[in-house]
């Protein structure tokens, strides 16, 4: 969709820190980090946000895949890290590409706000 940024940044219009790259997912830094490592990972495909998502199965799991994978390389995995999908004004979205947040590499407290 070329008025969506997350579309211009799979695109190479938009420039972007990108973690990894893969068929369908694209993995880049966020620009406005709120961790030590703030990862976000996308479907190539333009869709919209996780209730979307979810229809399509393969690629839900290439976008959970390639979140494991920057979390595994960001040497995350102990003591943990988070995936945070923000669906929906209410609940902060403000990009309707969907995204998850690879957040880790400080204590991450819960609830979140
Ligand atoms: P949301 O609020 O929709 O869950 O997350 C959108 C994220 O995109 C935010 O964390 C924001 O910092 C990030 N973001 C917004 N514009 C850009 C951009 O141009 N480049 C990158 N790398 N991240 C962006
Ligand atoms: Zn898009």
Request: glycine share 8%; proline share 9%.
């Amino acid at each position: 969709m070329a008025d969506c940024l997350f579309c211009r940044i799979v695109a190479g219009e938009v420039p972007a820190t990108i973690v990894r790259s893969d068929e369908r997912t694209l993995a880049f830094a966020d620009i406005n980090p709120q961790a030590p490592t703030h990862v976000l990972v996308i479907p190539k495909a333009h869709i919209p946000d996780v209730a979307a998502l979810a229809a399509d199965a393969e690629t839900l799991a290439a976008v959970h895949q390639t979140a494991a994978a920057v979390a595994d390389e960001a040497g995350l995995t102990r003591p943990g890290w988070r995936l945070v999908f923000n669906t929906g004004p209410g609940a902060g979205q403000t990009v309707f590409h969907a995204h998850g947040h690879v957040l880790g590499g400080r204590p991450l407290s819960w609830p979140p706000g």
